[in-house]
């Protein structure tokens, strides 16, 4: 149990574009996730922590018009990243987490690369 | 508070010996702690946790122990395995408004010879 996916796990974009990356819980229902950046050979830095129906919130000096966070429902929360800059560049993780429980847990991560 | 690793610790091991990985935290309100592991390009497994009212809590070949009055935290592997290589972080969590929210230590890198 208890299995978060993201997709896509790979993206490769041009500067400027836009990019969606998607987060699901697919064996129970995500109350709170969470959207990390790691950039290599760093620890996970927190961006926003979003809940189901509501605003995010996001972390100091993290730009929430350029992150945006969706989460529509208690099984999928998205981050677009919008207009890209390679210094956006970055392993992009979330977590999920059920309201009866603290315990967070990870997906897969998308790896972004901004050409 | 925030950590960024720049220059990850690391820990090198035989296969077979017992690993010990440590972590200093620095919010004395936290509460909840929980050590995960991150294969390259994955995104962390969560290995075990430990709350503040327990100084220690084990698992399969795993321990984690807490120390409260110097803010501490390990995590002991037995019998340390090539598939235990990996980058372990600690994280804690200070609870109540900031509910969920983890803050991660900086890892370290295990390193497990055959």
């Known amino acids: 149990g208890a299995v978060v996916s993201q997709h896509p796990s790979r993206v490769i974009c041009k500067s400027g574009t836009s990019v969606k990356i998607e987060c699901r819980s697919l064996d129970f229902q995500a109350t709170t996730m969470f959207w990390y950046r790691q950039f290599p050979k760093q620890s996970l830095m927190l961006m926003a922590t979003?809940?189901?129906?509501?605003?995010?919130?996001?972390e100091q000096g993290v730009e929430k018009d350029k992150f945006l966070i969706n989460h529509a429902s208690l099984t999928l929360s998205t981050l677009t990243v919008t207009s890209a800059h390679p210094e956006d560049s970055s392993f992009y993780i979330c977590?999920?987490?059920?309201?009866?429980?603290?315990?967070?847990?990870f997906g897969p991560g998308t790896r972004l690369l901004v050409l | 508070g925030e950590s960024v690793g720049l220059h990850l610790p690391t820990l090198s091991v035989q296969e077979g010996d017992n690993s010990i990985i440590n972590c200093a935290y620095s919010n004395s309100a936290s509460d909840y702690f929980i050590w995960y592991k991150q294969e390259s390009g994955k995104g962390p497994q969560f290995i075990i946790d430990i709350r503040s009212n327990m100084d220690k809590r084990q698992g399969q070949r795993v321990t984690v122990l807490l120390n409260k009055t110097v803010k501490h935290l390990s995590l002991q592997i037995a019998a340390t395995q090539p598939g235990d290589s990996a980058v372990y972080f600690c994280a804690e969590n200070a609870g109540g408004t900031s509910y969920g929210k983890l803050t991660f230590g900086q890892g370290t890198i295990l390193t497990v010879h055959p």
């Open positions: 979003s809940n189901e129906g509501s605003k995010a919130t996001y």
């Open positions: 977590s999920a987490s059920a309201s009866y429980t603290e315990t967070q847990y």
